[in-house]
C-alpha cells in the first residue's frame, strides 16, 4: 500500500450513497450497488469513506478524462502554454471548442468537470453525515475527520467555483431531491469555501500519520489559494507566512525547494518536501490500472516515444519562446518577437543558440535534445506535426528507469502513470506570497521569494549532450532592489509562467489577473499563423473566462418549469 494510504480503495459502493438518495438533480449517477448510511455509522465505516473521499481529488477514475486536478484542458490548453496537440479528429468534438473557446452547455466534457466537483463535494458530506450518526469515535478523532473532510469539500467548491463561477454551495444537510432542487446559484460561494479551508487549516494536526493525508500546513497553503483568488492579499500573506515559517510534511519535514528542479517531477519526489499536498496514485497494486492517472493517459508523445499514445497536450511556440533570457533574465515585453528554432520551421538547421532558462528543456521535449533517459527526442514521437507542432509535454512524463514502479503500458496502448498528481508545491506557495508581498508593497520580499525559485533553477542540474549543456542556458538572479511596483508585479507573474508552466496553472492565474482576453487574443493571432486550426477563434471578455453550467444541470434544477440555476454569462 503506498505510503499506507492508498486513496483508490475498491469501496466505490460508498459514493453511490450519496448519488441514490438524489434521482433527479444534477448529482444524479446511475448507482452500482447500495449501502444504507446506518450500516456504516461506525468508526470502521466512516475512515473507509473518508478514504473514499479523497478518492474523489482523482476526478476521473470516476467521472471520466479531463476532471482531475491535472487540468491540462482547462488550465492547460484554454491558455497560451498549449495546445490541444495531436490530430485534429482525435477526441475533436470535445477538445477541439475547448481550444477554440467555443464550448457549449450541453458539451460532455464539460459535464465532466462538473459531475467531477459534485462528487466530490457529495462524497465529503456522507462522511459528515455519518460521522453525526456514530458515536464511539473519540473526540480527537472526530476533530480531524471534520477538519479533512471539510477540506475536501472546500476543495472541490474551489475547483468548480474557478472553473464555473457562478456555482452553487452543497453541505451535508442536502439530501433529498427537493432540497436540491431548491438549491441557488444566485449568490458566491466564496465566504463557504473559505470556511471549510479555514475550518481545516486551524483543526487539523501538524502532521498526520499517513503522507497522502491533507494536514494543518497543506490545508492552510490551499486556504491561503483561495484567499489570493479573491485578491486578499494581506490576508492570504498572514497564512503563508505561517505556512512558509512552520509548516512540514507529514514525516515532519519542513517545507522547502529540493534541489534540483528536475527532480521535483521524479517519483521519488512525490511525497518530498517540495510537495504540499498531491493525488496519491498508484500502478502494479492488482487493479488493473484503477489507480493510476487516468488523465494522463493521452499526454504522452506518441508512436515510438517513451509511451506510444496518444501525442495530446502539445507545448506552444510562445511557451517555448517565454524561457528565452537576456543576460540570464527574462525578456518580459520581446520573448515573442522571434521564435525559438524548431524541426518544424527550419529542418535543416533548428538548433538555436538563443539564451534559454535552463527549466525549458525539462519542461518540454525539443527534438534533438536530450529527453529525460531516453535519448534524443524525435520527430516520430509527434502524432501530427501541422495540427500539434514541434514539441511534447515533459514534466509529468515518466523516466526510462520509472518503468515497472511508478509506469506500466496500458491495454490500448495508453499508459498508465503511477506518479502522483501535485495539486500544491513549495514553488507555487512562495510565488503566490510573492504576489502578496508586492501587492501590499513588500517589493524586497518578493524579489526574494522569486530569486528562491531562480536559484534553484541555476543550480540544478542542466540537460546534457555529449557532455556538454545541450544548449545555451543561463539563468540569473534579479540583482539591484526592486522599487517599481508594477515591473515587480510583470517578475512574479512571469516567473510563475516559467517555474509552473504545463502545471495546469496558467489559464487560471491569467483569468484572476484579468489579462485572459489580452493573452489570449494575442495568442491566437500569434499562433493562427501557424496552427491555422486556432484561426478566427476569438476570447470573449465576460464569456470564456468561466465554463457554462452544464444544460443537464440546470434542466434538473427546475420546479414547476423553472430552474433555480441560473446560466453564466455569455451562453
Not at 471520466?64 to 486536478?69: F, I, V
Not at 470556511?195 to 497522502?212: H, I, R, S
Not at 513588500?442 to 557532455?467: H, P
Amino acid at each position: 500500500m503506498k505510503n499506507n494510504f492508498k486513496i483508490f480503495f475498491a469501496t466505490t459502493a460508498l459514493i453511490l450513497i450519496f448519488v441514490a438518495s438524489c434521482k433527479e438533480e444534477f448529482l444524479d449517477r446511475k448507482p452500482l450497488g447500495a449501502i444504507s448510511e446506518d450500516a456504516l455509522a461506525n468508526k470502521a465505516g466512516v475512515e473507509g469513506s473518508l478514504i473514499v473521499a479523497y478518492r474523489t481529488l482523482g476526478g476521473s477514475n470516476i467521472a471520466g478524462w479531463y476532471t482531475s486536478p491535472m487540468n491540462w484542458v482547462w488550465g492547460g490548453i484554454r491558455s497560451d502554454d498549449a495546445y490541444k496537440g495531436t490530430e485534429a479528429s482525435d477526441q475533436g468534438s470535445e477538445l477541439n471548442p475547448v481550444e477554440r473557446f467555443e464550448v457549449l452547455p450541453n458539451s460532455p466534457s464539460v459535464s465532466s468537470k462538473w459531475r467531477a466537483a459534485y462528487d466530490g463535494i457529495g462524497m465529503a458530506n456522507v462522511v459528515l453525515r455519518l460521522l453525526e450518526k456514530t458515536k464511539e469515535i473519540t473526540e480527537s478523532d472526530r476533530k480531524r475527520i471534520i477538519a479533512e473532510t471539510r477540506f475536501l469539500r472546500g476543495f472541490h467548491h474551489f475547483e468548480a467555483k474557478r472553473t464555473f463561477n457562478n456555482v452553487p454551495y452543497i453541505d451535508e444537510k442536502v439530501q433529498t431531491t427537493s432540497e436540491y432542487k431548491a438549491v441557488t446559484n444566485a449568490a458566491s460561494i466564496w465566504p463557504q469555501i473559505e470556511a471549510d479551508l479555514k475550518f481545516a487549516y486551524e483543526n487539523l494536526p501538524n502532521v498526520q500519520a499517513q503522507k497522502g493525508r491533507v494536514n494543518k500546513w497543506s490545508a492552510g497553503a490551499i486556504y491561503g489559494k483561495a484567499l489570493i483568488y479573491q485578491n486578499k492579499f494581506a490576508e492570504a500573506k498572514a497564512v503563508f507566512d505561517q505556512v512558509i515559517a512552520n509548516g512540514t510534511t507529514n514525516t515532519g519535514e519542513k517545507y522547502g525547494l529540493i534541489s534540483d528542479f528536475k527532480n521535483v517531477f521524479r517519483g521519488e519526489s512525490e511525497n518530498s518536501k517540495e510537495i504540499l499536498f498531491s493525488v496519491q496514485y498508484t500502478v502494479g497494486d492488482g487493479t488493473g490500472g484503477a489507480n493510476s492517472n487516468k488523465d494522463a493517459e493521452l499526454t504522452n508523445p506518441h508512436n515510438d516515444g517513451p509511451v506510444g499514445c496518444c501525442g495530446f497536450y502539445q507545448p506552444s511556440q510562445t511557451l517555448v519562446n517565454a524561457f528565452k533570457t537576456d543576460k540570464g533574465l527574462p525578456l518580459f515585453d520581446t520573448y515573442n518577437n522571434v521564435n525559438i528554432k524548431n524541426h518544424e520551421s527550419n529542418p535543416a538547421d533548428f538548433v538555436d543558440k538563443s539564451e534559454l532558462d535552463p527549466r525549458l528543456d525539462y519542461t518540454v521535449g525539443r527534438v534533438g535534445i536530450p529527453y529525460k533517459d531516453y535519448g534524443l527526442a524525435q520527430p516520430s514521437w509527434i502524432r501530427n506535426l501541422a495540427n500539434g507542432g514541434p514539441w511534447m509535454p515533459n514534466k509529468h512524463i515518466q523516466w526510462k528507469d520509472e518503468v515497472g514502479s511508478y509506469f506500466v503500458s496500458g491495454g490500448w496502448g495508453q499508459g498508465q502513470l503511477g506518479k502522483n498528481q501535485i495539486i500544491i508545491r513549495y514553488a507555487d506557495l512562495i510565488l503566490m506570497a510573492a504576489e502578496c508581498e508586492v501587492e501590499v508593497g513588500s517589493l524586497t520580499k518578493a524579489q526574494e521569494y522569486v530569486n528562491l525559485v531562480r536559484d534553484r533553477a541555476a543550480k540544478s542540474t542542466m540537460v546534457m549532450a555529449a557532455g556538454k549543456p545541450a544548449a545555451n542556458y543561463k539563468i540569473s538572479t534579479y540583482t539591484g532592489t526592486w522599487t517599481d511596483k508594477a515591473v515587480a508585479r510583470t517578475a512574479v507573474r512571469f516567473e510563475r509562467q516559467l517555474e509552473l508552466a504545463m502545471e495546469g496553472h496558467r489559464f487560471y492565474d491569467m483569468v484572476r489577473w484579468g489579462i485572459a482576453e489580452q493573452v489570449r487574443n494575442a495568442f491566437n493571432a500569434k499562433e493562427s499563423k501557424i496552427r491555422t486550426h486556432l484561426a478566427g477563434s476569438t476570447f470573449r471578455k465576460g464569456k470564456d473566462e468561466y465554463l457554462p453550467i452544464p444544460e443537464n444541470v440546470i434542466q434538473q434544477s427546475s420546479v414547476n418549469g423553472k430552474p433555480n440555476l441560473n446560466q453564466n454569462s455569455g451562453y
